[in-house]
C-alpha cells in the first residue's frame, strides 16, 4: 500500500515536444505530492508538488496534474530542452505513521533530443 | 543560505568495516530524514529525525542508526558493511515533520569492496 508506480521507466522526445510521466498511488494517506529532479551524481531537487485539493498545479513548463478518484498524477513538461535531460521521480507523503515519509517511484530517465 | 551539504561525499569501506555519515541540514530546519538510493532505483527511506529524537524507521536492518544533535546535524552509521550497502545516501531536511518541501544533499556515494 506504501508503492508509487512510475511509468514509463525512460522516454525519449525531441526539443520542443512534450514529455509527460505518470505516476499511481494506493495509500489514501497520501496527501503531498512532489516531483523531483536528478542529474546524474546529484542528489535529487524538489522540482513542483501538488496536494489533492487542486487538480492542477503550472511552473513555468512544468504541469502537475492529478486524478484523486483514479489515485493518479502526473507530470508534464512543455516545449522540453536538452538540459532537461534527467531522471524524474515522483513522490508521496502524509501526515501520520508511515505515510510520513517520502515514498518514491522508480524513476523515469528523459532523454531530449536537441 | 547553504543548501543540505553532506560529507564526505564519495566512501569506499571493506566489507564487515562500519562507516559514518554526516549531514548537516538547512539553517532553520528540523527534520532530517536518511535515504538509500541503488543504481537506477528511487531513494528509499531509512530514518527520519524531528527535533532530535526518531520519527520514523525504514525497513532496514539493525546494523543502520543515526542520531541528530542540538545544532540538528546528523549522522547515519552503518555496521558491518556488506556488498549490498553499496549506494548514494541522501539526507534531506525540511522545517515541517510531515516532509513537505524536502531538499536532499548532493549524497554520499558509499562502495563496500
Known amino acids: 500500500q506504501q508503492q508509487v508506480k512510475q511509468s514509463p521507466q525512460s522516454l525519449i522526445v525531441q526539443k520542443g515536444g512534450i514529455s509527460i510521466i505518470n505516476c499511481a498511488y494506493e495509500?489514501?494517506?497520501?496527501?503531498?505530492f512532489p516531483w523531483y529532479q536528478q542529474f546524474p551524481g546529484k542528489g535529487p531537487a524538489l522540482l513542483i508538488a501538488i496536494r489533492p485539493d487542486v487538480s492542477e498545479k503550472k511552473e513555468g513548463r512544468f504541469t502537475i496534474s492529478f486524478n484523486k478518484s483514479a489515485k493518479q498524477f502526473s507530470l508534464h513538461i512543455m516545449d522540453s530542452q536538452p538540459g532537461d535531460s534527467a531522471t524524474y521521480f515522483c513522490?508521496?507523503?502524509?501526515?501520520?505513521?508511515?505515510?510520513?515519509?517520502?515514498?518514491f517511484g522508480s524513476g523515469t530517465q528523459l532523454t531530449v533530443l536537441p | 543560505d547553504a543548501g543540505v551539504t553532506q560529507s564526505p561525499t564519495h566512501l569506499i569501506k571493506t566489507r564487515g568495516q562500519h562507516v559514518t555519515l554526516r549531514c548537516s541540514p538547512i539553517s532553520g530546519h528540523k527534520s532530517v530524514s536518511w535515504y538509500q538510493q541503488v543504481l537506477g532505483q528511487g531513494p528509499q527511506f531509512i530514518f527520519q529525525y524531528y527535533e532530535k529524537e526518531e520519527r520514523g524507521r525504514g525497513n532496514f536492518p539493525d546494523r543502520f542508526s543515526a542520531r541528530q544533535f542540538p545544532n540538528y546535524s546528523s549522522e547515519l552509521n552503518v555496521n558491518a558493511l556488506l556488498l549490498g550497502d553499496s549506494a548514494l545516501y541522501l539526507c534531506?531536511?525540511?522545517?515541517?515533520?510531515?516532509?513537505?518541501?524536502?531538499?536532499f544533499g548532493q549524497g554520499t556515494r558509499l562502495t563496500v569492496v
Open positions: 534531506a531536511s525540511s522545517f515541517l515533520q510531515t516532509n513537505t518541501e524536502a531538499f
Open positions: 513522490a508521496a507523503s502524509g501526515k501520520g505513521g508511515s505515510a510520513r515519509q517520502l515514498t
Open positions: 495509500n489514501t494517506a497520501f496527501d503531498y
